[in-house]
C-alpha cells in the first residue's frame, strides 16, 4: 500500500486549512508510522485549501533511506499534480525537516513549509542551521515553525522511551563491573549472555556463556565455585565444543560479568541454588553433564534430584556435598579463617600460588570482577555460607541430595581430584566417591591443586570418551 495517501479525501472543502488543521492531519500520518513501527513523522500537501497527498515515515519497510514523510508526500504530490514543481503548496510536517527533505522541498519550489517539533540533532530549518534561509538559493520557502509542537514532540518521545529505557536496569543494592575491565581477556573469546528476570534473583542480572548447538548431543553445564568465574573454564569448554557439544557456564550472582550485590546478607544458600534452577529450567537443558567443583559441588550437587531427566552424566572435581552430619575439613576450617583475616586478598595471587605457570594476563583476569571492595560481598560471605552444622541453612537439602546419589543416580560419573589440593582434596573426595552410586576410580592429577580445571584439557578430553553417547 503506498504510504502516501493517494485516496486523498476529495471532499475537503476548497477553503484555506488553519496551520493548526494541516499539523493536526499530519499528527495523524505520525501516529500510523508510529503503529508500523517507524520513527512518528507525518506530512501534509495543501493547494489552494485543498490536501494534495498525505505521507509518512517509511524507511524500515521499504528498505529506502529517502523515505521520509515529506518525501513521500512530495511525490505523491506531483504525481497527482503532475508536475515536479509544486508552486502555491504548503507541506505541513511534524518534525523540523532534515538536509535531504528540505532540499527536496526547495527542489520542488514549495511556497510554504510548517512544521511542528524542533529537531535539535538534523534540524535545518533553524535548528543546526537553516537553509531556507540562503538567499543565493533560487526559491525562497517561507518556514513557520512550533505549530503543536508539545504534541509533536511528544508523539516522538512516547515512541522512542521503551527503546531508550535500560533493559538491564541495575538494582540500587547492586553493583556491575565494567565491561571495560573484561577487555581483551586472554583464551575467553565468547561473547556474553545474560538475563536479569529470574524470580529468586529480583532484576539481579546473570551472565552466562552458551556455546554449541541446542540439540548437541551433551550439554556440559559448568559451574565454578568461590573465588572463581566462568573463565575457571576455559581450557575445558574448547575441547568440548570441537566435539559438536554445548556449554554453558554462568557466573554466581556476585561472581565474574555477574551482578554483585552490596551487602553480604544477600548471599544465602537457597538463594544461590534457586536462580541455578531457574536458569537451567529458562534454558530448558537437557542431556546435561553436570561438571562441578568448589561451591560449583557444594550447590550443584543438589540440583539434579530436581529433575532428574534432564541429566546423564556428572563430572565432579574437588568438592564436597556439605551435609553438616560430619565435621568440615581443616583445610577448608584454614581456609575460612585465612578470608576472614585477610578480607582483602588478591584473588590472581590466589590462582597463581596453586599454578605457578599462569601468566600475568590470567592472574588479571581472575582480578578483574572485584575492582575494589565494594565488588566483593561474595568473596567475603561464601566461607562462612558452607552448611557446618545440621541445622544450618543448604544442610537439610544436602542431605536430600546425597541420599540422592547414594539410592536414585542413574547417570555415568566421572571423578577427578587435584592431589594438590588442601582445602577438598583427595580425602575428602574419596569420602565422596563412596556416596554417589556407581562412581568409577578416579581420574587422579597429581600435579593440581583446588583449582583443578587450570589442568583441565585432559580432564575434559577424558569426559569426552567417558561420556560420549
Known sequence: MNQAASDRTQDTPRQQLTDEQGMRLALAQAQLASSAGEVPVGAVVVKNGQVISMGRNGPIASHDPTAHAEVVALREAARILGNYRLDGCTLYVTLEPCAMCSGALLHARVDRVVFGAPDPRTGVAG?????????????????????????????????????????????????????????ELIDYPWPPHYVNDLP?????????????????????????GNPAWSYLYRKMIPVWLAGGHRVVAPDLIGFGKSDKPKKDSFHQFETHRQSLLELI?????????????????????????????????LLVMNTT??????????????WRDWCQSQPLFDVGKLFKRGNPGMTPQET??????????????????????????????????SRQAQAFWRDHWRGQTLMAIGQQDPVLGEPVMRHLQSQIQGCPEPMLVPDAGHFVQEKGRAIAQAAVRHFEP
Not at 158 to 183: G, I, S, V, Y
Open 364 to 397: 588479571a583476569a581472575y582480578n578483574a570482577p572485584f575492582p575494589d571492595k565494594g565488588f566483593r560481598a561474595a568473596l567475603r560471605a561464601f566461607p562462612p555460607m558452607v552448611p557446618e552444622f545440621a541445622d544450618s541453612p543448604g544442610a537439610a537439602i
Open 200 to 224: 529468586s534473583i529480583a532484576g539481579l542480572r546473570l551472565h552466562y556463556l552458551d556455546e554449541g548447538p541446542n540439540d548437541a548431543p551433551l550439554t556440559w553445564l559448568c559451574l565454578h
Open 127 to 183: 535548528s543546526v542551521l537553516n537553509l531556507f534561509g540562503h538567499a543565493q538559493l533560487n526559491h525562497q520557502t517561507e518556514v513557520t515553525g512550533g505549530v503543536l509542537a508539545d504534541e509533536c514532540g511528544q508523539l516522538l518521545k512516547d515512541f522512542f522511551r521503551p527503546k531508550r529505557m535500560n533493559p538491564q536496569p541495575l538494582r540500587e543494592d547492586a553493583l556491575r563491573t565494567p565491561d571495560a575491565a573484561f577487555a
Open 321 to 334: 556435598l556439605a551435609t553438616g552430619e560430619a565435621p568440615l575439613s581443616a583445610g577448608f576450617l584454614a
Open 281 to 313: 529450567d529458562r534454558l530448558n537443558l537437557q542431556r546435561v553433564v553436570l561438571v562441578v567443583q568448589d561451591w560449583g559441588g557444594i550447590l550443584g550437587l543438589t540440583l539434579p534430584m530436581a529433575a532428574p531427566e534432564r541429566y546423564q552424566g
